[in-house]
RNA sequence: GCCGAAGUGGCGGAAUGGCAGACGCGACGGUCUCAAAAACCGUUGGGCUUCACGGCCCGUGUGGGUUCGACUCCCACCUUCGGCACCA
């Protein structure tokens, strides 16, 4: 639609609707009476909602209005229901973008973010949100980071971050390592690129320890499907370490540890595979199978990720020449190399029971290994196998454990195994540790200082934050830009003075939002990242909200956070984010996910101009529920508009006066209004914002009708309907709001008025139609007293002319009555 | 392959054992207008039938089942989306 074509729907009197002009208008108003300012000392209870910060990219497109806006009117509800509302808001600025922007036009990625921040923060004031911007945090700025190096810091002195040399994985277009929860499918989970394995020396956080900790959601309201992808994540398995014997001249290693999940498989081993990165791999190869190995080894770690784990692939591997014992029954097994047994998993090692296990059925295939069923088995009779057998059956080929059963075979195996120092009963997760050295400039140097004479030496608190340089190269080298800076570079050591050198890679930007909640709520402290007082006050974060697309990686790693705050007694409490929700993806008008190079994005900014912040706010509510997202079509915001001008008319419309108050217009009017209340209270507590307000429409026409009547309605009665209307109006829509409260002589502000209650004495209906089916089929329809009784209901339905036919010359079995819903008659 | 969510008019969706399609978009008809747009009012799941009021049948991915009654619960299957996937 043109601008030129577009007018305005007219109201009968008075002014029309002007959302540009209003939403100036009350924006700068609440700005100058500091409206959304959050009092720290305050009776009345606290409510800390926050909706995860955007990524500073330079434009908020409406995927960030799908989040922002049904958040924050969730939070002004709170607010109107008594609660002393947190809502911050801030940037996630450090990252890879603006380093890349920064090469592109040859500036600082500090200029590109900084500039991007001023915009998007405008961006954000025109939703009307809010938001508390005293409050506001910049990841990249240093009096942000400097707490983000201190968190480092605190970490390293209670022995959770460690340095280590281990195959990382490494992005080739990034030019930087990556976690393992930054890789997808063997691609960068960034730009998409192929992720290959380097052996750096790189930091880490201990994570690991808290995997167990980690999996206990008791006391969190959290989707099951965010829990059930973290719990995949970290991936539990219970089973048994064993070590098996080894005896190889020239290596001084007498035993090889391996985790099975089937120790009690143990007596069906009739081989051994290490993976390929496996230190003993190479030094047992007996001299004529050296050079085949090396091959082997070298061949595996050329393969890109998504080659190696293809479950499609047929299995390779070689013999090492090499035998284990198995501590069980003394058999002396060969043990191969292969790469599908992941150095990074278990103990990097594999026990091949080629009866039991699929995979390892399909590597004794191939190479014509032995296979021995430990098991009798249901599916199986006696024959050779064609594939491996499942759990279930009695123990055989077993020496003493010969004839238990499934149910208990694992259980006495493992104590066996621990009576006789064979292994032990052991949990396995596949967490890794957090990787968060990344060998690129944005981002918060790693605060600690290489010295000949002390080694690795933190720099002490006193000192941060470690300040990026202005003047720094970006060339991406597959080292830290920072390397190349002379006087980034160069330093003293912190004890002795001696020339030193810097840490050069940065932390994960990952880290800085693990602990964005605290700084907000004591933005400005600069002698703590916060005040313990006001973490008591405000923390944890009551309602959480966000995408999934964070399920494992910011949620997770915030989790840890918090955990390793609480043992360290910055914290008293192990959890982050008591409430999450996650919202759908709002997608483009042709159901793909917006992008530039498909041309469908919808950017926010247009569809404000046209409508205005409050249509655009309702109709992505309006859209379907939250949690679901979808396409967002530009043709249906019409409707909203519609439906604010209906609102507007009817509230600026004059009403003759009348007093009616016992009439029963009157109290079709309460009940409307009482009924809507009820409506909407339960909705919004649900956070079904598109009921919500498809239930304040229906009022709003129903309302309208009744104008329109022109029919005398009482003067109280319709005020409070108005009165009503514009506080239920008041979250989802603030500016309209605000100006019909004020129209309507109201006290300023609407929204610091309590949300309406409802009183369910009025919300009766004086008759209520009840359904009347016979054998289930609708027939005819009563208008009954409500609660009536069932003999009246049941004589009305079998007088009814409309259900006569379908009963004549039948039988009745029984009649079904349901109060106030329906009559089934049950014929034969 | 495994785990999870979902499938309802032309479209977004509502209803979670009791009147399917609330609310909105779109479409069609009307009012206003010289005309159009906007706005407002009305109709709008499909089929059959009636001059008409109305009536009847079918209908929530497919096939079964439970129930007086199923979009809703159970079983099997199909499709779509999300997660995990050689994790021993």
Redesign the pocket.
């Known amino acids: 639609?043109s601008e030129q074509?577009?007018?305005?729907?007219?109201t009968p009197r008075g002014e029309r609707y002007e959302p540009r002009a209003i939403e100036r208008k009350w924006q700068a108003r609440w700005q100058a009476d500091g409206l959304y300012l959050t009092p720290d000392d305050d009776p009345r209870p606290k409510w800390y909602a926050l909706t995860m910060f955007p990524y500073t990219s330079g434009n908020l497109h409406v995927g960030h209005w799908f989040a922002m806006a049904p958040s924050d009117t969730a939070a002004r509800y709170r607010r109107m229901r008594g609660y002393n509302v947190l809502f911050p808001m801030g940037f996630d600025a450090f990252g890879l973008p603006a380093e890349n922007a920064a090469i592109k036009e040859q500036a600082h990625p500090a200029q590109w973010t900084f500039r991007n921040v001023e915009r998007m923060r405008e961006q954000l004031k025109s939703m009307g949100a809010m938001f508390d911007w005293s409050r506001e945090v910049i990841t990249a700025s240093p009096d942000y980071y400097r707490w983000t190096q201190w968190w480092f810091l605190k970490l390293l002195e209670h022995g959770l971050a460690y340095k280590q040399n281990a195959p990382v994985w490494w992005c080739p277009n990034d030019q930087t390592v990556l976690a393992n929860e930054q890789v997808?499918?063997g691609h960068c989970e960034r730009c998409g690129a192929a992720v290959s394995k380097r052996d750096l020396d790189q930091w880490f956080f201990r994570i690991t320890r808290y995997a167990e900790e980690l999996l206990d959601f008791s006391g969190l309201q959290w989707s099951?499907?965010i829990e059930?992808?973290q719990r995949?994540?970290i991936?539990r398995?219970e089973?048994a370490e064993l070590r098996f014997g080894l005896d190889v001249p020239g290596v001084d290693a007498r035993e090889v540890r391996?985790?099975?999940?089937?120790p009690d498989t143990v007596y069906g081993v009739t081989f051994f595979v290490l993976?390929p990165e496996h230190p003993l791999t190479l030094q047992i190869t007996t001299p004529e199978r050296a050079a085949a190995v090396r091959a082997y080894i070298d061949a595996a770690r050329k393969q890109t990720e998504i080659e190696?784990?293809?479950?499609e692939?047929?299995?390779?591997g070689v013999f090492t020449g090499a035998y284990v014992t198995n501590p069980f029954n003394g058999a002396r097994v060969p043990v191969w190399t292969a790469?599908?047994?992941?150095?990074?998993?278990?103990?990097?090692?594999?026990?091949g029971?080629p009866a039991h296990?699929?995979?390892?059925f399909?590597?004794a295939k191939k190479f014509a290994l032995e296979i021995i069923p430990v098991f009798r088995h249901a599916d199986w009779d006696g024959g050779e196998l064609t594939s491996a057998l499942g759990h279930g059956g009695t123990m055989i080929n077993s020496g003493p454990f010969d004839g238990t059963p499934d149910e208990e075979a694992v259980g006495a195996v493992v104590r066996y195994a621990e009576e006789q120092g064979f292994g032990r009963g052991t949990v396995?997760y596949?967490l890794r540790d957090w990787l968060i050295s990344r060998q690129r400039m944005w981002g918060a140097p790693i605060p600690v200082v290489y010295c000949d004479s002390h080694g690795i030496v933190p720099v002490p608190e006193e000192d941060l934050p470690v300040l990026l340089p202005e003047d720094a190269e970006f060339r991406p080298t597959g080292e830290s830009p920072l390397t190349y800076h002379e006087g980034f570079l160069h330093t003293t050591c912190p004890i002795g003075g001696e020339p030193a050198r810097r840490e050069t890679d940065t932390l994960d930007t990952f880290m800085c939002s693990s602990w964005y909640q605290m700084r907000y709520i004591d933005p400005h402290n600069d002698e703590r990242p916060f005040s313990r007082e006001l973490a008591r006050a405000w923390l944890p974060v009551d309602q959480y909200s966000g995408g999934?697309?964070h399920?494992?990686m910011h949620l997770l790693y915030a989790r840890f956070f918090t955990k390793a705050a609480r043992d360290m007694g910055i914290v008293e409490f192990g959890e982050p984010y008591i409430r999450l929700f996650n919202q759908g993806q709002i997608l483009g008008p042709d159901g793909q996910r917006m992008s530039k190079s498909r041309g469908n994005v919808i950017a926010p900014d247009g569809q404000v101009e046209q409508w205005g912040a409050d249509a655009v706010r309702a109709y992505l509510m309006?859209?379907?529920?939250w949690d679901?997202?979808?396409?967002y079509?530009p043709?249906?915001?019409?409707?909203?508009?519609?439906?604010l001008?209906?609102a507007w008319?009817l509230v600026t419309a004059e009403m003759p006066p009348a007093s009616l108050a016992d009439a029963p217009e009157t109290r079709e009017l309460r009940r409307r209004t009482h009924h809507t209340i009820e409506r909407a209270t339960r909705?919004i507590e649900l956070f079904?914002f598109?009921?919500m307000?498809?239930?304040l429409?229906?009022f709003?026409?129903e309302l309208?009708?009744l104008r329109?009547s022109r029919r005398p309605v009482d003067a109280a009665a319709w005020r409070e309907a108005m009165r009503s209307l514009i506080l239920m109006l008041a979250p989802s829509v603030p500016h309209i709001a605000e100006e019909l409260w004020e129209r309507l002589g109201e006290p300023y502000s609407v929204h610091t008025q309590r949300w309406p209650e409802f009183d369910s004495a009025l919300t009766a209906q004086e008759r209520?139609?009840?359904?009347v089916?016979v054998?289930?089929?609708?027939?005819?329809?009563l208008a009954l007293a409500p609660g009536a009784p069932e003999a009246l209901a049941r004589d009305q339905a079998l007088a009814s002319e409309?259900v006569a036919?379908?009963i004549a010359g039948k039988q009745i079995?029984?009649v079904?009555y349901?109060p106030d819903?329906?009559v089934?008659v049950?014929v034969r």
Do not use: C
Not at 5 to 10: S, V, Y
């Open positions: 639609m074509t577009q007018t305005k729907p007219r997808i499918d099951s499907q059930s992808m995949n994540w991936g398995s089973g391996v985790f099975t999940t089937r993976a190696r784990t293809s479950t692939r047929e299995k390779t790469d599908y047994v992941l150095a990074t998993y278990g103990t990097g090692a594999v026990m029971v296990d699929q995979r390892d399909e590597f396995t596949r999934t697309e399920a494992v309006f859209l379907g529920p679901q997202g979808g396409p079509d043709s249906g915001i019409t409707g909203i508009y519609r439906w001008n209906r008319n909705d079904r598109n009921t307000l498809a239930a429409m229906e709003t026409n309208t009708k329109e209520v139609e009840v359904a089916q054998n289930g089929k609708l027939r005819d329809r409309r036919p379908h079995v029984r079904i349901v819903r329906l089934n049950v």
